[in-house]
């Protein structure tokens, strides 16, 4: 069974930073774009950045220059470096995976896993 497993979510202050961590089991992704999407309160799912498994990136404009993403390999996992965070940052934070290189990586329906999720929230 394959799984994704988000950890390092919370509550922090405006300006501060979190970490978000996704460990993949069941099978390995080393081979594959692993990414980040984000969820608000009645707001759609919304990409927040990818990686391939080259280790090129894409950053949606929203987060660009506040927000990395690196992942090893070997260990099939996935990092969010959050930086100089606001309040409209506030959502749930879900990783994702492509089973195979078909479709769009800005598209979420081209993942075909994901984890359950976890919440950041950012205080003014």
């Known amino acids: 069974q394959v799984q994704l497993v988000e950890s390092g979510g919370g509550v922090v202050q405006a300006g501060g930073s979190l970490r978000l961590s996704c460990a993949a089991s069941g099978r390995t992704f080393s081979s594959n774009t692993m990414g980040w999407f984000r969820q608000a309160p009645g707001k759609e799912r919304e990409l927040v950045g990818f990686m391939t498994s080259g280790g090129t990136t894409y950053y949606a404009d929203s987060v660009k220059g506040r927000f990395t993403i690196s992942r090893d390999n070997a260990k099939d996992t996935v990092a969010l470096q959050m930086n100089s965070l606001k309040p409209e940052d506030t959502a749930v934070y879900l990783c994702?995976?492509?089973?195979?290189?078909?479709?769009?990586?800005?598209?979420?329906?081209?993942?075909?896993?994901w984890g359950q999720g976890t919440q950041v929230t950012v205080s003014s």
């Open positions: 994702a995976a492509r089973a195979t290189g078909t479709g769009a990586r800005l598209n979420a329906d081209n993942y075909d896993y």
